[in-house]
């Protein structure tokens, strides 16, 4: 077993040399702060399950984090649908079902603490959510001072989005959104998805991912550090104020 001096000094070793010099963090929403996720893939089941096919976690993987009209057209032409659904029948079908379960939302596990310990520090933080204003609204009705403490929300239907990720539109929007000038290399993006982490790339900052477990882990490539859950995360490897317990 480590001594106390030895875990002393690994930790003092992991802050001399950070993985990257974080003064801003952005955090996705559906399926890192909240519990959305499962959400969208009852209802895309529900719904494939009337032409006879299984929504699977290959087609997950491409619709999740995007645009609704993005992640749509992905859920009509990868599922050979073309002639029998049209994307917006595809948006019009999900959206009662959605937006009966939207409130009941819960929160991850480990993003109270981290959000309070970042604001406790002072260090400022932005959500950027593919989410459109109105599921934003019914996601978030419930969890009002958690997003209390962000700096500012980006949405999938902001101007200045003009493509969902991962093109790095949303990541850059909230950056430029901070007070100062704030360079993409001081970012830290929390993100689910593989379309999220590309963007956060793209964007030129770094990306912890939080992948479903259920998600096959070829798609993990790319992210700069991934974990189980928030509760893992260890601020001090990216010089941000480590945690006191
Ligand atoms: O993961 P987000 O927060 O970008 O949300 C995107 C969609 O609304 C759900 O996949
Ligand atoms: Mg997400």
């Known amino acids: 077993m480590a001594s106390a001096g030895a875990d002393e000094a690994a930790a003092a070793?992991?802050?001399?040399?950070?993985?990257?010099?974080?003064?801003?963090?952005?955090?996705?929403m559906d399926g890192l702060l909240l519990d959305t996720e499962g959400f969208y893939t009852e209802v895309q089941e529900k719904i494939l399950a009337r032409y006879g096919k299984v929504f699977d976690w290959s087609l997950k993987a491409k619709m999740m984090g995007k645009k609704a009209a993005e992640s749509a057209?992905?859920?009509?032409?990868?599922?050979?649908?073309d002639g029998l659904l049209t994307p917006?029948?595809?948006l019009e079908e999900?959206?009662?079902?959605?937006?009966?379960?939207?409130?009941?939302?819960?929160?991850?596990?480990?993003?109270?603490?981290?959000?309070?310990?970042?604001?406790?520090?002072g260090i400022p933080m932005a959500v950027a959510t593919g989410s459109h204003k109105r599921h934003f609204a019914l996601k978030t009705q419930n969890h009002q001072v958690m997003f209390s403490l962000m700096h500012h929300v980006v949405m999938g239907d902001d101007p200045e989005v003009k493509a969902g990720k991962p093109s790095p539109d949303i990541f850059l929007a909230a950056m430029r959104r901070f007070e100062g000038n704030v360079e993409p290399s001081k970012c830290l993006v929390f993100e689910d998805a593989p379309s999220g982490v590309a963007a956060a790339k793209n964007a030129g900052m770094s990306a912890v991912m939080v992948p479903d477990p259920r998600l096959d882990?070829?798609?993990?490539?790319?992210?700069?550090?991934?974990?189980?859950?928030?509760?893992?995360?260890?601020?001090i490897e990216w010089g941000l104020p480590p945690f006191n317990e």
Not at 94 to 121: D, W, Y
């Open 217 to 235: 882990v070829s798609y993990h490539k790319g992210a700069d550090q991934v974990l189980c859950s928030l509760l893992d995360f260890k601020p």
């Open 88 to 90: 917006e029948q595809f």
């Open 73 to 81: 057209r992905i859920f009509v032409d990868e599922c050979g649908l």
């Open 13 to 28: 070793a992991v802050a001399a040399q950070p993985r990257a010099a974080i003064s801003h963090v952005i955090f996705d």
């Open 94 to 121: 999900r959206e009662s079902m959605l937006q009966a379960l939207f409130p009941s939302c819960t929160k991850l596990p480990g993003v109270l603490r981290l959000i309070h310990h970042l604001h406790a520090n």
